[in-house]
């Protein structure tokens, strides 16, 4: 079993639609989770972090966090073109007392006009 | 702030060549991390450096070296290159102090071995 997992897809939306990406850790013990951005080409991009169960909302973009499930989730509503990309989740592990990011293959999203 | 700059973008290498990628970071950040990004496999840590004057391996060691030269600075070096490390790599950075542990990337190396 993968530490962070997430289905590759692609997820294809219309535009305008709301987006729903998901992803599963392992590590029952895991406390700060991120989402990046990467499009084809470039480097990933921090969009969003979450710590807390719960959702946490920034503009078009809702994380969602549920620690008793291990999942966090990342909506996004009225999605654009412009949003096509690949998806990341990452999940922070402490190993010999070092900060590491663990993440995911990530899904790829297709959003068509 | 440029943020995280790496150096070259593109290299194409023989098989048994040397080389190191270069990167440095302005945020003042503590830790400093080399990936790999290969297509389905995700992004894989190779080495990291937690704090200046330290740095350990991460999933996928063999074959690379670092060098944390100061706060700013983390090279990445290929003793001996083979076709298996064509890909592309990311250098990123970390703030790790104050509960912020979002890492930020560079714009990538793209390394093909021949």
């Known amino acids: 079993q993968k530490e962070v997992e997430q289905n590759s897809g692609p997820l294809s939306v219309p535009e305008g639609a709301i987006a729903s990406l998901n992803c599963t850790y392992s590590d029952r013990g895991s406390q700060s989770f991120f989402w990046y951005r990467q499009y084809s080409g470039k480097s990933p991009e921090l969009i969003m972090s979450i710590y807390s169960n719960g959702d946490k909302e920034d503009g078009r973009f809702t994380a969602q966090l549920n620690k008793a499930s291990q999942y966090v989730s990342l909506l996004i509503r009225d999605s654009q073109p412009s949003d096509s990309a690949t998806y990341l989740c990452?999940?922070?592990?402490?190993?010999?007392?070092?900060?590491?990011?663990?993440f995911g293959a990530g899904t790829r999203l297709a959003v068509h006009p | 702030n440029a943020g995280v700059t790496q150096t070259p973008k593109f290299q194409v290498l023989k098989t048994g060549q040397s080389m190191t990628l270069q990167c440095a970071q302005d945020?003042?950040?503590?830790?400093m991390y080399w990936y790999r990004q290969d297509p389905g496999m995700g992004l894989r840590l190779i080495y990291y450096?937690?704090?200046?004057?330290?740095?350990d391996k991460g999933e996928v060691p063999n074959g690379y070296n670092v060098s944390r030269l100061n706060k700013r600075e983390f090279s990445l070096r290929l003793e001996s290159a083979a076709p298996s490390q064509t890909s592309v790599y990311f250098c990123?950075?970390?703030?790790?102090?104050?509960?912020?542990?979002?890492?930020?990337f560079g714009p990538g190396t793209r390394l093909t071995v021949l």
């Open positions: 945020m003042n950040h503590n830790s």
């Open positions: 450096s937690a704090s200046e004057g330290t740095t």
């Open positions: 990452a999940v922070r592990r402490v190993s010999g007392g070092y900060n590491k990011l663990i």
């Open positions: 990123a950075s970390s703030p790790t102090s104050g509960g912020a542990y979002e890492q930020f």
